[in-house]
């Protein structure tokens, strides 16, 4: 089920027979029907071909989506809504837009719904994802609109954003951040490389000016943000002089946190005929390189927490020891970046209570919950203490 299926499908149901269904990236509201249809006869296999979910599901409702019983699979105090699928970028290393389609964006009032609904079963965070969530844009609603809505109309406490294209951050929607009391100053902005040659070969639609003037932008209008940033290396081509213009970015920008990834070639990427390829050993080692640069970033600036007090939202006791609590405050996502370790004062799951950080490590920070006000007497989303 997934992407792999969407690419190999043929394949897999040649060297696989005794998989009864293959299931590709679109039309999960029908799996459960073709599921019972598999059980009592032989699985028709045009069933597989290419199906959007989104787009689907609009021409089928009128122009909105009807409201399934979803599966929340992640803690009840948070969930990812998905507002667009598939992706119109042209990323030379990148297969989404072939297994995926084009840019399709839901309906403003399905996602509204769905975050309603999710808001009485006591989640506190909507983590808002999209291949491109700067591309959403349903009639003549864009992203910033959407926001403005959401804000509105439903009871989320946080929204928090993930992957927001560099090509695609204006003011405008940064002035809505900023003045918004739940979409959280916190920007997921992968921008890959910074050096110019490179960014043409991956086929990004900027270059390092664009970069500059964005996080300048991001630091006029909203001085407090946490910008996450993903960066990869060894991308065919990469020279000595390229990294050395991706290391100097990331010195000078000093992002709160980032990830680094060595690339891989993919057969059916543009990528893929591109030649002078990095050697492995060599784009690991550059890796390591970065990302010991970035460890010294985040331990300077999670230093400068220390004596703060910070809205942290509630995990829960630690996987480590029941006596300390964890949690994430607003420049910490979930999965993806250091947690907060709470080693004084009570809450429980799904609480979102002020914290004062009295250390830091390099991803991690620890503090104490300084007001109980907040605290509510008793969660009735949550069993245990």
């Known amino acids: 089920m997934g992407c792999m299926v969407e690419r190999y499908r043929e394949e897999l149901a040649s060297e696989m027979p005794e998989i009864d269904i293959f299931w590709g990236t679109g039309n999960p509201s029908l ?18 071909k290419t ?27 948070r969930a990812y809504v998905k507002i667009s699928e598939g992706c119109s970028n042209r990323c030379t290393y990148c ?16 996602i509204v719904r769905e975050v309603n609904a999710l808001a009485e079963k006591g989640v506190r965070e909507v983590t808002l994802v999209a291949q491109d969530l700067t591309s959403y844009l349903y009639e003549n609603t864009d992203l910033a609109d959407l926001l403005t809505i959401l804000e509105k109309d ?74 996450r940033t993903t960066v990869m290396v060894g991308f065919p081509g990469e020279s000595p002089e390229d990294f050395l213009i991706l290391k100097n970015f990331i010195k000078k920008h000093r992002f709160r946190h980032m990830g680094c990834f060595v690339y891989s070639d993919e057969d059916d990427c ?17 890796r390591k ?12 600036l999670n230093s400068t927490m220390i004596g703060r007090t910070e809205d942290v939202l509630i995990e829960g006791i630690s996987p480590e020891t029941e006596l300390l609590l964890t949690g994430r405050t607003v420049f910490q996502g979930h999965d993806i970046d250091g947690i907060t370790y709470i080693n004084s004062g009570n809450a429980i799951a799904g609480d ?15 503090g104490e919950i300084v007001d109980d006000d907040r605290i509510t007497a008793e969660n009735p989303y949550c069993d245990n203490h």
């Not at 543009?270 to 550059?286: I, T, W």
């Open 31 to 48: 799996l459960g029907r073709n599921i019972v249809n598999a059980c009592s006869a032989p699985y028709d296999t045009s069933e597989l």
């Open 51 to 77: 199906a959007y979910f989104v787009k689907d599901v609009k021409r089928a409702n009128g122009g909105d989506e009807h409201i399934f019983s979803r599966f929340v699979t992640t803690p009840f105090w």
């Open 95 to 110: 297969l989404i837009p072939g297994l995926r389609g084009e840019n399709i964006s839901r309906p403003v009032s399905g």
């Open 154 to 227: 439903t009871d989320v406490t946080w929204f928090r954003l993930l992957y927001l294209h560099p090509s695609g951050i204006g003011s405008r929607l940064l002035e809505v951040i900023s003045e918004s009391s739940s979409v959280l100053p916190y920007l997921d902005i992968p921008v890959q490389h910074a050096s110019d040659r490179i960014l043409r070969r991956m086929g990004r639609n900027y270059d390092t000016r664009s970069l500059e003037h964005l996080f300048s932008n991001i630091r006029k209008i909203i001085p407090e943000a946490a910008v």
């Open 270 to 286: 543009v990528s893929y005929r591109f030649v002078n390829k990095v050697p492995g050993e060599l784009a690991e080692e550059r």
């Open 289 to 300: 390189e970065i990302m010991e640069i970035q460890a010294d970033i985040s331990m300077e």
């Open 352 to 366: 979102i209570v002020p914290v004062k950080i009295t250390s830091s490590h390099i991803y991690d920070l620890v």
